[in-house]
């Protein structure tokens, strides 16, 4: 079994300041890491993900996240956030062969002007 | 290309009515999947569809729930009777699995309350 723990649910930050978004997950097989984003009223997009290789995976704006299977992390950070980053993150895993996409239960990520 | 597509966007029904969610999804996408989002928890699984053979329905909360893809371009979610701890977001979403990468394409999703 595959599953996800996101222990921040809410995560202030004022802008301009880093954050990291922490996941953890467990799988007894291999695994593809997923971050999607959730803004007000919308569906959930694909911010960035981790199939294999280089353990450093970035979006387009900016974020970027570490897959370290040792500590079974994929934490995901920002050095300088802005006020359109406020959404909520959620952090997915995906074990390899089996279609299921099992996600956290999310963190809201709020940017202080 | 038009993204997965959802209707109604918002439903407010009352206790005992059945209710009827669609989903179109992205097309060529070969795998459809149905989630429950609510504060309490979170983002569900409740079944999903490959080549519109259902898969795996063990997240379907009871018998009151049942899904249909009759197509390639169309699924439905149906509760019958609702209840109010129905009430929920419902998002669809679909995927193309020939890398088998897991990326998941969301609908804005369909906003139920059960009085």
């Known amino acids: 079994a595959q599953s996800v723990t996101q222990l921040d649910s809410q995560v202030p930050v004022f802008e301009e300041a880093p954050v990291e978004l922490r996941c953890n997950y467990s799988?007894?097989?291999?695994?593809?890491l997923f971050w999607y984003v959730q803004y007000p009223n919308q569906g959930l997009q694909l911010l960035l993900k981790?199939?294999?290789?280089?353990?450093l995976v970035e979006s387009i704006n900016g974020f970027e996240a570490e897959f370290n299977k040792s500590q079974t992390s994929f934490h995901l950070r920002k050095p300088s956030v802005h006020i359109s980053d406020t959404a909520e993150y959620f952090c997915?895993?995906?074990?390899?062969?089996?279609?299921?996409?099992?996600f956290g239960t999310g963190t809201k990520l709020q940017v202080i002007p | 290309d038009a993204g997965v597509i959802q209707s109604p966007r918002h439903e407010v029904t009352e206790m005992g009515q059945e209710v009827t969610l669609r989903c179109k999804p992205i097309?060529?996408?070969?795998?459809l999947f149905w989630y429950r989002q609510t504060m309490m928890r979170g983002l569900e699984l409740l079944i999903y569809f490959n080549n519109n053979v259902p898969i795996d329905d063990s997240g379907m909360p009871e018998d009151r729930f049942s899904a249909k893809m009759p197509n390639a371009s169309f699924s439905t979610l149906k509760i019958q009777p609702s209840e109010p701890r129905d009430s929920a977001v419902y998002f669809c979403a679909s995927s193309l699995m020939d890398l088998n990468t897991g990326e998941l394409f969301f609908g804005e999703g369909s906003r139920l309350t059960v009085l």
């Open positions: 997915a895993v995906k074990s390899g062969g089996y279609q299921k996409v099992t």
């Open positions: 097309s060529g996408h070969d795998y």
């Open positions: 799988s007894s097989v291999s695994v593809y």
């Open positions: 981790y199939l294999s290789g280089s353990t």
